[in-house]
């Protein structure tokens, strides 16, 4: 069974810094990779979808690398704005079907 | 872009009753669905996949009596909480994948909310 661990689990930040949240995976056999928004109870919004012969992809102030080999990925948010407060979830899918989440990293950005 | 829908958004209702919520994509089809489950400050579980034309499967612990699905088109899966109690109380979201997509993009409804009393 595929485990995805994300950290930090919560992180605050004045507005304007560049931040990198992390998540890794424990079995590197993935088809893909995506990031995505939540905000308080609402559903998701994707953010980035990195294909697992990719290295990375690009979204406005959003950049999103893949290491395979090492189980891990990072979401890149340049010039932070306290619109981006949200909490970001990646998810893995495993045995091309199923999707597992990470737990989350809460990030709240300060004006 | 792909758009997935779930009605109702919310719901409260009494502990012993059945409560259905549906998942729609609304632009594509979608052979599989998946259903999550979010508890307050954690993450989305996954509970099932749901298959059209033949029997959801379930993941460890969850059990298929309790959280019917029904993958009746292509377009539309329903999960059923049946004899809702309160520590059915969560978030519940919906993902359709697109049959023609060889992304394997998952695209996630809005979620409901179950409230049970």
């Known amino acids: 069974k595929q485990e995805v661990t994300q950290i930090p689990a919560a992180l605050s930040v004045p507005e304007g810094e560049n931040l990198v949240l992390n998540c890794s995976f424990t079995?590197?056999?993935?088809?893909?990779l995506q990031w995505f928004r939540q905000d308080p109870g609402k559903g998701l919004t994707s953010l980035l979808l990195i294909q697992s012969s990719q290295r990375e992809q690009t979204s406005g102030r959003l950049n999103a690398s893949l290491d395979k080999s090492s189980g891990r990925s990072t979401l890149y948010i340049a010039a932070s704005q306290p619109g981006d407060s949200a909490t970001y979830l990646c998810a893995v899918p495993y045995n091309f079907n199923k999707f597992y989440f990470g737990s989350g990293t809460k990030l709240n950005v300060k004006p | 872009g792909a758009v997935v829908s779930q009605h109702p958004s919310w719901v409260i209702c009494k502990s012993g009753t059945s409560v259905k919520i549906e998942c729609r994509s609304l632009d594509f089809q979608a052979t599989t669905m998946f259903w999550y489950r979010q508890f307050p400050k954690q993450s989305l579980m996954l509970m099932a996949t749901?298959?059209?034309?033949?029997?959801?499967?379930?993941e460890q612990g969850v059990e298929k009596d309790k959280f019917l699905i029904n993958h009746a088109s292509l377009t539309l899966s329903t999960l059923t909480v049946t004899s809702a109690h309160p520590e059915d109380s969560s978030f519940y979201i919906c993902?359709?994948?697109?049959?023609?997509?060889?992304?394997?993009?998952?695209?996630f409804g809005p979620g409901t909310r179950l409230t049970v009393l």
């Open positions: 993902s359709a994948r697109d049959l023609e997509s060889s992304y394997n993009e998952q695209f």
């Open positions: 079995d590197s056999a993935i088809y893909n």
């Open positions: 749901s298959n059209e034309g033949s029997k959801a499967t379930y």
